[in-house]
């Protein structure tokens, strides 16, 4: 396959590994009589998923843990008592936190569940391409035609792209499920025209509507359950996003297994897509609005409806009472894409974008490009047995991350997380030069790549996405997730497009040691500028930041 063709493939393939990690919290609610210090620190601020089995076992307990501990859940927020705001140079901010008592009668786990059907549609369509490809290129007719393969793989890509930016806006306007809604509009009929193309330029349009469909449920699904999920579980309500975007990458393999008896059942690979997403929009039909949308369009009765099915009824003052002090009594217009850029959020933006662009220069790309060369290296020849020994590192670290988030935090995972994938791409771009270490190279690569793909799903992968809805202020919010999201995509594009060249011209052991160079960046770049969130509501969070900036 041309270079260009395979790298935006395993591009697209790596990014549903570590995009959408991201799940918030919402519909905390004041304890005012008991209280906690504690401080937070305010600056300027796939792989085809093996592994099944442990992931959904794991992740079962996982959710059942949560249904049973969320009925304990009070879903207190933080009420401050004392701030003192730092900014860049190095002031600190403390919050006084509440912990969480009593009982609630409303539950946010079934509407999570429908949102993750959006989940499991961005990481399907991502993947379904890769088994697909050789059986529909013989069929369209564009087997000797790699330039036309590159474009059926990257149209997802650049439709994504679209999509991104434009996902913000409609949530904006329409609201969250209406977004999920018009939403399905596009990968219903992306994945009917993939299905039915006779030519194709049909399926490159195919292609291109999935793309603008898995770019806005990029930007709305982090979105949709930061606003809704309450604080105490908003970490390991990230991690259940993650297995559910590995569910779909590893559904489009699975899909893929009758192909060798059946060439044509490419088609039924991408006709199957169609079924989640029906299932989507009549889902969010009967899902509650985000109440903080709600708020903010002034339409208060519907968003005291919103938080009793969320929350409960004995919940509404509370929450009600808590959205009107973040926003000190008054609701602010609707924030424009030039605001994004204004003295006030510029700041908090660039986290946003610089997260994303580290995470795609961190080189995912080209490990999961490289991983089956490197497993053949040790003797391992089966690509399934690979594929199953990289995705079992992905959901280990998962659900190790999914543990830790609600409580070492996520930016010491951060740090956790580019540090240990420096070391790997170190022990990697050794392993390929090092003389002394010829006779282990096969062993060590391997070493190097599990590590580098645990490490990175323990905190680059989900932390930037789940992130980004804490530290933005409820009126950049939307606009402000799928600006960095399309930095994502944009990035990721691009590196999918040049990286062969670069490893043709300076080796891919000098290249994996740039990479090691910008993890460390990372490490740098994350201690000196990203605010620790666990443990606080989103209100907590904008007025700490307002206060800091």
């Known amino acids: 396959m041309q270079a260009s063709t395979y790298g935006a493939l395993k591009g697209s393939i790596g990014f549903g590994v570590q995009n959408q990690r991201r799940v918030s919290g919402f519909g905390e609610l004041r304890n005012r009589t008991s209280t906690v210090s504690r401080n937070l620190c305010v600056t300027d601020r796939s792989i085809c998923c093996g592994g099944l089995c442990l992931s959904s076992a794991a992740m079962g307990a996982k959710l059942a843990g949560l249904r049973t501990g969320f009925d304990g859940i009070s879903m207190s927020t933080l009420k401050a008592r004392s701030v003192q705001a730092r900014a860049s140079d190095g002031d600190l901010e403390n919050l006084v936190p509440s912990k969480p008592q009593g009982k609630s009668s409303g539950t946010v786990l079934p509407f999570v569940g429908v949102a993750c059907l959006g989940a499991i549609l961005f990481g399907y369509h991502l993947g379904v391409v890769n088994g697909a490809l050789e059986y529909l290129s013989k069929d369209l007719g564009i087997a000797e035609n790699a330039v036309l393969q590159g474009w059926v793989v990257s149209a997802l890509l650049a439709g994504a792209t679209v999509g991104s930016f434009t996902g913000g806006a409609l949530a904006d306007k329409f609201g969250r499920t209406r977004t999920f809604q018009l939403d399905v509009i596009p990968l219903a009929i992306g994945a009917f025209l993939c299905a039915t193309s006779q030519s194709v330029q049909t399926m490159i349009v195919g292609r291109l509507l999935a793309g603008i469909g898995i770019g806005i449920t990029s930007s709305i699904v982090p979105l949709y359950i930061s606003e809704i999920s309450p604080t105490e579980i908003r970490g390991a309500l990230g991690s259940v996003n993650q297995l559910f975007i590995c569910i779909g990458i590893l559904g489009a393999l699975v899909a893929g297994l009758p192909l060798a008896a059946n060439p044509l059942w490419w088609r039924t690979m991408f006709g199957v897509a169609i079924v989640p997403s029906v299932l989507l929009a009549l889902g969010m039909a009967a899902s509650p609005e985000s109440p903080r949308w709600l708020f903010q369009q002034g339409k208060i009765s519907e968003a005291e409806k919103a938080i009793k099915t969320l929350y409960g009824k004995e919940r509404v003052s509370e929450v009600m009472h808590d959205l009107t002090s973040a926003t000190q009594g008054s609701v602010e217009p609707e924030a424009s894409w030039f605001d994004l850029f204004s003295s006030r959020y510029r700041k908090v933006v660039s986290v946003g974008a610089a997260l994303f662009l580290f995470q795609q220069l961190a080189g995912i790309n080209a490990v999961v490009y490289y991983s089956t060369s490197v497993f053949r290296s040790a003797g391992i020849t089966s690509d399934v047995a690979a594929s199953a020994l990289v995705g079992a590192a992905n959901v280990f670290g998962t659900a190790v991350a999914s543990s830790l988030m609600d409580r070492q935090g996520r930016k010491s995972l951060l740090l956790t997380s580019f540090g240990g994938m420096a070391a790997s791409m170190l022990l990697l771009s050794l392993s390929f ?57 944009i990035s990721n594009f691009v590196i999918g497009l040049y990286f062969l060249s670069f490893v043709t011209k300076f080796g891919i052991s000098s290249v994996y040691l740039g990479f090691a160079g910008v993890c460390l960046l990372a490490v740098l770049y994350v201690a000196g500028n990203v605010v620790e969130t666990k443990g606080r509501s989103l209100e907590e969070i904008e007025r700490a930041l307002s206060v800091a900036t």
Do not use: D
């Open 433 to 489: 030069t090092w003389k002394v270490l010829a006779p282990y190279s096969g062993p060590l690569a391997v070493a190097g790549t599990v590590l580098y793909v645990l490490s990175f799903s323990l905190g680059a992968g989900p932390v930037p996405a789940l992130l980004l809805p804490e530290i933005f202020a409820s009126r950049i919010r939307a606009k402000a997730v799928s600006l960095s999201l399309g930095m994502h995509w």
